[in-house]
């Protein structure tokens, strides 16, 4: 459920109307609703109530410092991949205690910002790792908490570019291992091992994979304790999938995942974290765009937009699917039409959609994407020299720009000529 639809005919974003948006910062942009993240962040908290617990949304997927005070302020910890996300975590407020650092590939210098600045665990995903944030710890007088993070090699049936929880993926340490791995995180100085980490992919819509996972966590819990290590809190990542149309697809909803979270690890009396991203921000987040042309090809319609695959890449990277709406409700009974979908970028992957039924709709006029609110915005580029568009969050019936559209002498100016040419 979201808190985008139309009323008297006209796509609002809760009381705020797209169009009046759009008139104030023009197209293309991207909306968020500040309901829509308190919905979805509470609808974890609920889901893991009474076991003690830590939802840590992950920044990668949206990681707008102003989205992120609005989670921080409902007591939502965040998963960090960088140290530039971890600086995005503080700048938000959100305190070093409810922060955590994933990653595969943590420099030491990264792991020093985050030590100095507070740090509730890092998800160490290697050996090497764990050496170096032993030095890089005790080099600064500082213990680091620690979780290892296990790859359990089980199927996420999900797109092979964002499934993490295979054999022969780059992430965490195969789980047969774990013991010896365990053993020689305790005997470095510099670290304290506080519990398990695992996080299996992304955009899952079957629970069976992560009931798989997280009974073996809970094996590993009581082997590891067995042989003397203080497991008390359980990191069970993030990954449960949306539906990206409002069709067909029925992926679970977080309180079936929750009473599996319950069933698998909750008589161990761990803390237990999730870091859930695209279902906090995905279904909270539309790209609007403006039609520039209508072109009648080759018994086709291009519809040509001012939103491009550098504002949303996931169609061209992932093959996604995203449902896109005119701004303008269309009157009951209108024929539908048959649309190619494509904004201007000179590649043939600058393709939203092929042959996608919509009402029809003019040159001027406004359509927006559903479900763009994750791994939307963060992973725009200024491809073709276009600005990265800008992110507006709202609240009610009010609404504020996030992040404004950098100016051309902005963009030029980042760019230098050496002193012989
Ligand atoms: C990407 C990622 C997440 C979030 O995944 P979603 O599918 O957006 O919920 C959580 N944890 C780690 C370690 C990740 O890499």
Redesign the pocket.
């Known amino acids: 459920m979201d808190h985008f639809t139309y009323k008297n005919g006209h796509l609002h974003a809760e009381d705020v109307a797209i169009a009046d948006i759009a008139a104030s910062v023009g197209t293309p942009f991207y909306v968020y609703s500040t309901a829509t993240l308190t919905r979805h962040y509470r609808l974890f908290t609920d889901a893991l109530t009474p076991l003690p617990h830590q939802v840590c949304f992950?920044i990668?997927?949206l990681s707008n410092v102003a989205v992120l005070k609005t989670l921080g302020d409902l007591g939502a910890g965040m998963?960090v991949?960088s140290v530039g996300e971890y600086m995005r975590a503080k700048a938000a407020g959100v305190p070093g205690e409810r922060i955590v650092f994933?990653?595969v590939g943590k420099t030491r210098a990264e792991m020093r910002v985050a030590l100095e600045g507070g740090i509730r665990q890092f998800?160490v995903e290697s050996e090497p790792e764990l050496r170096a944030l032993s030095e890089v710890a005790t080099s600064l007088g500082l213990v680091a908490p620690i979780t290892i993070?296990v790859n359990p090699d089980v199927d996420a049936k999900t797109h092979e570019k964002?499934s993490?929880g295979k054999k022969g993926d780059k992430?965490g340490i195969p789980i047969s291992r774990a013991s010896a791995v365990y053993a020689e995180a305790a005997s470095l100085p510099g670290l304290d091992v506080v519990g398990i980490?695992v996080?299996i992919?992304?955009?899952?819509t079957d629970l069976a994979p992560f009931e798989q996972a997280y009974l073996m966590v809970a094996d590993l819990t009581r082997q590891l304790r067995a042989e003397g290590h203080d497991i008390r809190r359980l990191d069970l990542?993030?990954?449960?999938?949306i539906p990206y149309t409002r069709s067909n697809e029925a992926p679970p909803l977080p309180t079936d995942y929750g009473a599996l979270i319950k069933r698998t690890v909750g008589d161990l009396g761990c803390e237990i974290e999730i870091?859930?991203?695209?279902?906090?921000?995905?279904n909270a987040g539309l790209l609007v765009a403006g039609v520039i042309y209508l072109k009648h090809g080759e018994g086709r319609n291009f519809l040509i937009l001012d939103a491009a695959m550098n504002d949303l890449v996931r169609p061209a990277m992932y093959g996604a699917h995203h449902d896109i709406i005119p701004v303008v409700e269309p009157v009951p009974g209108v024929e539908p039409q048959s649309f190619d979908i494509v904004g201007p970028v000179c590649e043939s992957g600058d393709t939203f959609a092929k042959g996608r039924a919509m009402a029809p709709v003019a040159e001027g006029d406004l359509v927006a994407f559903r479900s763009a609110g994750?791994?939307g915005a963060v992973m725009a580029s200024e491809y073709n020299t276009r600005p990265l568009i800008p992110e507006v969050l709202v609240k009610a019936d009010q609404f504020a720009v996030i992040r404004e559209r950098p100016t051309f002498d902005e963009i030029l100016k980042r760019d230098t000529i050496p002193a012989w040419l």
């Open positions: 992950a990668k997927s998963d991949v994933s990653g998800n993070r964002i993490t992430f980490d996080h992919g992304s955009q899952l990542g993030g990954g449960l999938g870091e859930p991203g695209r279902l906090i921000s995905g994750a791994y």
